[in-house]
């Protein structure tokens, strides 16, 4: 993997920088910014050089349709107060740009492509929409290790058609992420919570034989109450798979490892309601489960007094609500009084993670924080992110 830092000549040359700006937003305010803050270095660095920046990023799934709720607007406009200076966010179709005529002004350093998610071709790997791409610079440039998980045009075909190398804050999570899976020490605690179960119920199967105990919250331990038969109401689920539940049972009991999921639930009618403690089998048809209850709290918090490593990937409930918020804040401290005790190894990852180990002011208490989730976990698996083999 070639490192960007490593180039020489980068004067006036265009880089296509693929980044990942996927920040959570409420009413079109970026509610946690850290994966823009993270991404300054190499912004710095190319203008530095003084190479012409094209920006990619995707916000959201919109499916291949432009969806004016996940503009890259607002992003665009808290990087330029950022960086103090004018970014142009291009909106026109991509087929119709020409490389010679993207920097209108000569003095601009840096333009953004609109949401790359508006292209079908981009979660296609599509071939003619790299080569469009790949034909607006003269090299690109992968900082954005969250989404490299994915087999995506700008992430993965975009290398076949340019001199591609990896970026600052890739080399960063890689390297730190190498670091712990080699000197990682047992019994390892991984938490999986969240709501993109589609994503990571898969790979939860690959990670038990690698792990001491897998304890699953958020969306993804609704389907797995509702594939033991427990009522679950309203709350969000995973369609078909009662397949890969099965097979994450029986795969457990050939290893030494627990899989926990709630034994107690906080449950409201609806987003904004006030929460309402229920056991796990009084959960009503019109109630949603929205965070995890005082049981499974103490004995997550049991399960991490006795480890001597957490890896933590997604929130344990709709945090978002104070009221459902609880959960994910007892798992956050019993692994920050752990840590801090010195006794344990964290790592924490992910958007919404980050967002809520950032309200409570500790990023410095965990030993690394990811900026990737789904990335982070397929990692641990010990896959090959294609994102990352691309640039090989
Ligand atoms: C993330 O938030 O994990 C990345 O931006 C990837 O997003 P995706 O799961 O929608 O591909
Ligand atoms: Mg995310």
């Known amino acids: 993997m070639n490192n960007i830092r490593e180039q020489e000549n980068l004067d006036n040359k265009n880089v296509l920088l693929r980044l990942d700006l996927n920040v959570p937003l409420k009413n079109g305010l970026i509610t946690d910014p850290t994966r823009i803050d993270k991404i300054i270095p190499i912004i710095d660095f190319l203008i530095k050089k003084n190479s012409k920046i094209i920006i ?50 000569p003095k601009d350093q840096i333009i953004f ?20 791409l790949a034909s607006l610079a003269d090299l690109y440039v992968n900082d954005a290790f969250s989404c490299s998980h994915r087999t995506h045009a700008s992430v993965c075909k975009i290398t076949e058609f340019l001199p ?20 990682i020490k047992k019994p390892i605690t991984c938490i999986i919570g969240g709501s993109k179960i589609s994503t990571k119920i898969g790979l939860i199967k690959n990670l038990i034989p690698k792990f001491d105990n897998v304890i699953i919250v958020g969306g993804m331990a609704n389907s797995i109450l509702n594939n033991k038969g427990t009522p679950i109401g309203k709350s969000i689920k995973e369609e078909n798979c009662e397949t890969i539940i099965n097979e994450i049972f029986a795969i457990s009991k050939k290893y030494p490892c627990l899989i926990y999921y709630p034994e107690d639930v906080l449950v409201g009618k609806n987003l904004n309601d006030n929460s309402q403690a229920k056991e796990i089998n009084d959960v009503a048809d019109d109630d949603l489960i929205l965070d995890i209850g005082i049981k499974t709290i103490n004995k997550i918090k049991n399960i991490i007094e006795n480890s001597q490593t957490v890896l933590w990937n997604g929130p344990a409930g709709y945090f978002e609500n104070p009221n459902f918020a609880n959960g994910s804040y007892e798992i956050a401290k019993a692994i920050i009084k752990k840590n801090n005790g010195r006794s344990i190894y964290s790592v924490a990852g992910g958007g919404d993670t980050i967002a809520l180990i950032n309200q409570i002011n500790a990023i410095k208490d965990f030993n690394f924080v990811s900026t990737a989730g ?19």
């Open 56 to 105: 990619i990023s995707h916000i959201g799934r919109p499916k291949g349709k432009v969806n004016k709720d996940l503009s890259l607007k607002p992003i665009c406009e808290y990087l330029e107060q950022k960086l103090t200076r004018k970014i142009q966010l291009i909106n026109e179709d991509i087929y119709k740009l020409k490389k010679k005529n993207l920097f209108k002004d």
């Open 113 to 132: 492509l609109e949401n790359i998610r508006f292209y079908d071709e981009e979660e296609k790997n599509d071939l003619n929409f790299s080569k469009q």
């Open 164 to 183: 591609s190398f990896a970026g600052l804050q890739l080399e960063t999570e890689v390297n730190a992420l190498k670091k712990v899976t080699s000197e």
């Open 374 to 392: 789904g990335a982070f976990l397929e990692y641990l698996e010990g896959k090959e992110l294609p994102g990352i083999k691309a640039l090989k």
